[in-house]
């Protein structure tokens, strides 16, 4: 008996060891979702394929500096109308061949090679700055909308209280209506205030369950797994340790959207060099290794099989294009000014975006300094105003009034922290810097 109570043990240990680590899997803290989001959003995904493709055309690019070596075969048949006398055996009927390798190696072609392996790079670094910005863009969605959630959470557990103190004030409501130490009508309005409380429950849980499948999506799961997202409001950072100039000078420095502007311009600028090469020579070296065949349909005549090489240069230059070259540089010319002023524009607009977001942290530190003070002030309120109520000094109306504030000052406090951390969320988005944890 003993013996079988032991594998039973172990059994349900078995059993229950995979479960928790299964359960324990689901659990993501906001840099742990910020992590998950990365490896599984098929955006970043897509970015990051994108810059190994532009990796790969650098390698394209850079071959057009080393020779280029084909195999080559040519066969014919030629037979003239009618016999015709003829003092060159090469214009008799015959049977034609010729096969072999060539070899050739552009010496110049108007800085175009090299123009265009630099403006790979270019591509290269501007797709490496769109995969750096998804990977903002996303971290920057899921932290915003972790937020939200906790948020709703902090909602969730005031609205509760409130649930819960007016289900106190109403049972003391019915007992002083019993033994007629209060109007009927108290009753009445804590049964109405009752009603508003635990709607307003019902619908803070529907905005976090909508907020969890948010999340989910952001992460690459199901809307129907259970995930447990784990954290506090107060569990992050009150401080962003950056000067206005520092920031400024990250913002302008790394931040991809800039970088991709910049490199744009550059591209455009690359272009139009391709352009003006036009306007130069190309010269080629050749090198053929070749044998050739010829069987004449003449008996008289002896068919041959000749080898050779040959080696040359090749030289070509179009002096006239019709103005092509001449309409398509300044296109170019005009294209990179004009992406030069967008570039400007969008520093511009970064600068803005910085400033501003500095603006909101210091306005929505202030507010939740103030709010905490309100909430403060609003329970010690509710507790004057409970205490005249319940010693039948003071009004229904003064305590739901009291019950009203307090729930409100609750909730103005975790929107106030929620705006904090949420404007730090969009710092360091401006900055262009990672920040998972919100550090």
């Known amino acids: 008996m003993k013996k079988f109570c032991l594998q039973a043990l172990l059994l349900s240990a078995l059993l229950l060891c995979p479960v928790s680590a299964s359960a324990a899997a689901t659990a993501f803290t906001m840099e742990q979702a910020v992590a998950q989001a990365m490896k599984a959003n ?33 066969t014919n048949r030629i037979k003239n109308y009618a016999e015709v006398q003829t003092y060159n055996s090469d214009n008799l009927s015959s049977k034609n061949w010729s096969q072999g390798w060539r070899a050739s190696l552009s010496l110049f072609a108007g800085f175009a090679h090299l123009n265009n392996l630099q403006k790979s790079r270019l591509n290269a670094e501007s797709e490496k700055a769109r995969h ?20 709703y959470r902090e909602d969730l557990k005031s609205a509760r209280e409130s649930v ?11 007992a002083f209506v019993k033994v007629g130490m209060a109007p009927y009508v108290n009753v009445l309005q804590n049964q109405t205030e009752l009603s508003s409380a ?30 447990r997202y784990t954290g506090r409001l107060n ?43 036009r306007y130069l020579p190309s010269v080629d070296a050749t090198y053929d290794n070749m044998s050739v065949s010829k069987d004449y349909d003449d008996k008289r005549y002896d068919g041959y099989t000749r ?37 400007e524009d969008a520093m511009s607009g ?3 975006e910085v400033i501003r977001a500095l603006l909101d942290i210091r306005a929505a530190r202030e507010l939740t300094t103030a709010s905490r003070k309100g909430v403060e002030a609003a329970r010690e309120s509710y507790a004057m105003a409970n205490k005249r109520y319940m010693t039948n000094t003071g009004t229904i109306t003064e305590l739901l009034d009291a019950q009203h504030k307090l729930t409100q000052a609750e909730t ?16 360091f988005y401006y900055i262009g810097r990672e920040n998972p944890g919100l550090r």
């Open 42 to 74: 098929p955006g970043v995904e897509s970015k990051l394929l994108m810059l190994e493709s532009a990796r790969m055309n650098m390698g394209v690019a850079a071959s057009y500096f080393l020779p280029r070596v084909s195999l080559v075969a040519t």
């Open 132 to 151: 750096q910005q998804a990977r903002l863009e996303l971290g920057a969605n899921v932290q915003l909308q972790f937020l939200q959630l906790l948020k």
């Open 164 to 174: 819960r103190r007016i289900e106190t004030q109403l049972q003391a409501a019915e």
């Open 198 to 227: 635990q709607q307003q429950v019902i619908r803070v849980q529907n905005d976090i369950r909508n907020a969890e499948v948010q999340l989910n999506a952001y992460l690459g799961l199901s809307p129907t797994d259970d995930v």
């Open 235 to 277: 569990d992050y950072a009150s401080t962003v340790a950056y000067s206005e100039e520092e920031a400024l000078k990250i913002a302008l420095r790394q931040r991809p959207d800039l970088i991709m502007a910049q490199k744009s311009v550059e591209i455009a600028r690359k272009d139009m060099h391709m352009a003006m090469g």
């Open 307 to 343: 080898n050779y090489w040959a080696a040359g240069l090749q030289f070509n230059w179009e002096v006239f294009s019709g103005g092509g070259t001449t309409f398509e540089t300044l296109a170019e010319r005009k294209r990179a000014q004009a992406l030069q002023k967008e570039y």
């Open 350 to 352: 970064a600068r803005t």
């Open 412 to 427: 103005d406090a975790s929107q106030a922290l929620t705006e904090f951390q949420g404007a730090r969320a969009r710092f």
